[in-house]
């Protein structure tokens, strides 16, 4: 390189993405992720039915392959907004490379975007006060989202007027507010996962015949609401071992050596789920639904 020369600078915004991607690249954090995720959204689903995930004992390996429906949608749009975001910032740049009027709504656009961050900021704070009935999702989408806009203005003023983003000294506020956009986008993915449990344990309540069919053969008497299961007591014989089959029942899960069972016409407010130990106590025949 010659005297004189300016230094290559390296991007600002790329130091960022490195710093981002060292923080997130270890399968650890990754997996970490997947099973919180995925135990809010198994919680969610089994609570449903009066069974608490911790009780079905799930491995972490369960865990983490049911958060995969939980995370489609809040990736998807996660990924969506960033692309567009990039187009319009690269669009700004072509913008800010060229001679404009002092008065142009094209100027004006990054600050009215940081203002409705502003706004939305206020809200989601208002709404996790309970100054009004924010939702599950409401206030943490509202404040990550309000402030995205808010940084992303800003960041788009800069490139507008051809300068890099951020400045020094807008640095340290400018990490305290990844850590809450980061805080916030898991506030709100654990608040969609518990929805989607919930909306899938509904929908499933109403379809159960989507899950096995079972049949039963037990030693002792099992215990069922009036009119919730077929029962057929067996004469006694010696040679059978099985005194009373069950039928009218499916299989909701199985984990650590036990089924979870329950009536095929099973309803919020009049039905159970029953725990079998999968042993030489019980013969158990699977149909298809």
């Known amino acids: 390189m010659a005297d004189g020369d300016p230094e290559p600078r390296t991007p600002v ?16 954090f990754i997996g970490a992720l997947l099973l919180y995720f995925g135990f809010a959204y198994t919680d969610a689903l089994y609570e449903y039915f009066g069974v608490d995930a911790a009780t079905l004992g799930f491995s972490t390996q369960d865990y983490a392959l049911r958060s995969a429906g939980a995370l489609y949608v809040p990736a998807g749009a996660a990924l969506t907004v960033a692309l567009g975001g990039v ?12 001679p404009a009027p002092p008065f142009c709504g094209v ?7 940081s203002s409705c961050g502003g706004i939305l900021f206020l ?9 009004w009935p924010a939702g599950a999702m409401d206030t943490p989408l509202l404040l990550g989202g309000g402030l995205v806009l808010v940084v992303y203005g800003r960041a788009l003023f800069f490139r507008l007027h051809g300068a ?3 400045a020094a000294s807008e640095r340290l506020a400018l990490t305290l507010v990844a ?16 929805q989607h449990g919930y909306a899938d344990a509904k929908y499933l309540a109403h ?18 609401s009036d009119q919730q299961v077929r029962e057929t007591d067996f004469p006694e014989d010696p040679r059978q071992r099985f005194r009373f089959r069950y039928e009218g029942l499916r299989l909701l899960a199985q984990s650590n050596s036990r ?4 009536p095929e016409n099973w309803e919020p407010t009049a039905g159970g789920v029953l725990v079998l130990p999968t042993d030489a106590t019980v013969r158990v025949t699977f149909s298809p639904g």
Do not use: C, E, Q
């Open 179 to 194: 850590a809450l956009v980061a805080l916030s986008s898991f506030w709100a993915t654990h608040a969609y996962a518990k």
């Open 107 to 113: 100027r004006l656009f990054p600050h009215g975007l």
């Open 123 to 131: 809200f989601g704070m208002l709404g996790g006060f309970a100054v």
């Open 13 to 28: 915004w790329g130091n960022w993405v490195s710093t981002l991607a060292t923080f997130i690249a270890p399968t650890t």
């Open 164 to 166: 890099n983003y951020p």
């Open 87 to 98: 187009v319009v910032y690269y669009a700004a740049r072509s913008v800010g490379n060229r």
């Open 259 to 262: 089924m979870f069972i329950i």
């Open 207 to 224: 379809h159960l015949w989507l899950r096995p069919g079972v049949t039963i053969d037990t030693v002792d008497r099992l215990h069922f």
